[in-house]
């Protein structure tokens, strides 16, 4: 007798990534704390991120700076927005771990999230070490922004949970693949974001990977949340990168750099230069829709 050969269905697929995901885990994985040569001395000569891609850049106000505080200032906004993904991987690591609880151990997928888990952590550690050794503050988001994110990281589920999570990963997977490769920047930088880039890979794979499975089999009213959710804690995130604060670093009031940078086309175009890959395919999976696209039109990502 033959035997009948089930069907592969959208879940053995994510679970198949998942086991390969795991076996790159094993092989191409940092320990931050021997990989990076954090005595090295801080060259302040160096630009912190490509100038073209602070939020100030093309405006008077850059253009009354000097180079010194041109890279001050660079050095205050990486500073930034390591402080909100370590935030918001943070959020993550809670969020991974409840929705771990309530999976098969056993799973495939569960076993990635575990992994996922181990590597955001070294992750913060790295984000905030390096925010440390370039003596820098840790910027925080909004205080609003945050209570609320205490509601999301203990309610969020499906793609509101998975599609935040790639948008935050993949904006600054664009920024910081951009960064590694700039012999103007700092190498300690550099070397951080070489680190991230390599192992975020893995998580946007499988995030993505859980995005389509869900959206294939989610009925309308859910969607219709789960989209709702999901532009709101994106743009929360987008909007919080750079703070106010970093430019008082520079003599430049806060409120006067943001409003700067909020009409400053150089950094909307930046900006959805971030976006422009994790935002046509959340578009394809149907979440970027008439009521979904004026929050993220709201923060530049389209």
């Known amino acids: ?20 995901l795991l ?13 990076i040569d954090w005595d090295a001395p801080v060259d302040a000569d160096k630009r912190f991120m490509p100038f073209e891609r602070v939020s100030l850049y093309g405006t008077e106000l850059w253009d009354g700076l000097t180079d010194a505080q041109r890279i001050e200032l660079s050095r205050h906004e990486l500073a930034s927005v390591a402080s909100t993904g370590l935030w918001f991987e943070i959020i993550l690591i809670e969020m991974l771990a409840r929705w771990a609880y309530d999976q098969d151990p056993q799973d495939s997928r569960t076993q990635y999230a575990l992994t996922e888990i181990g590597d955001e952590t070294r992750h913060v550690l790295m984000f905030a070490k390096a925010i440390q050794t370039l003596g820098a503050p840790t910027y925080r988001p909004a205080r609003w922004i945050r209570r609320v994110a205490k509601l999301y990281k203990a309610t969020a589920n499906g793609t509101a949970l998975f599609a935040p999570v790639l948008v935050a990963e993949e904006i600054t997977d664009r920024l910081q693949r951009e960064t590694m490769n700039d012999e103007d920047v700092n190498p300690l930088v ?13 998580h946007v794979r499988f995030a993505r990977e859980e995005v389509q499975r869900q959206m294939a089999t989610m009925g309308m009213p859910a969607k219709v949340f789960n989209n709702l959710v999901a532009a709101a804690v994106a743009g929360g995130v987008t909007a919080s990168l750079i703070s106010p604060q970093v430019y ?4 430049i009031n806060p409120k006067a750099g943001l409003k700067a940078a909020r009409n400053n086309p150089h950094y909307a175009d930046t900006r959805r230069w971030m976006g422009e890959k994790i935002m046509a395919f959340l578009e394809e999976q149907g979440m970027v829709t008439w009521y979904s696209k004026p929050i993220y039109r709201l923060v530049s990502l389209v």
Do not use: F
């Not at 879940?11 to 390969?20: L, M, S, Y």
């Open 248 to 251: 008082r670093a520079v003599g």
């Open 23 to 35: 076996g790159s885990s094993s092989r191409n994985s940092y320990s931050p704390e021997l990989d």
């Open 1 to 20: 007798m033959t035997a009948v050969q089930q069907p592969v269905t959208p879940i053995d697929g994510v679970r198949k990534t998942a086991t390969r």
């Open 190 to 202: 550099r070397m951080v974001n070489r680190i991230h880039v390599v192992e975020e890979a893995r």
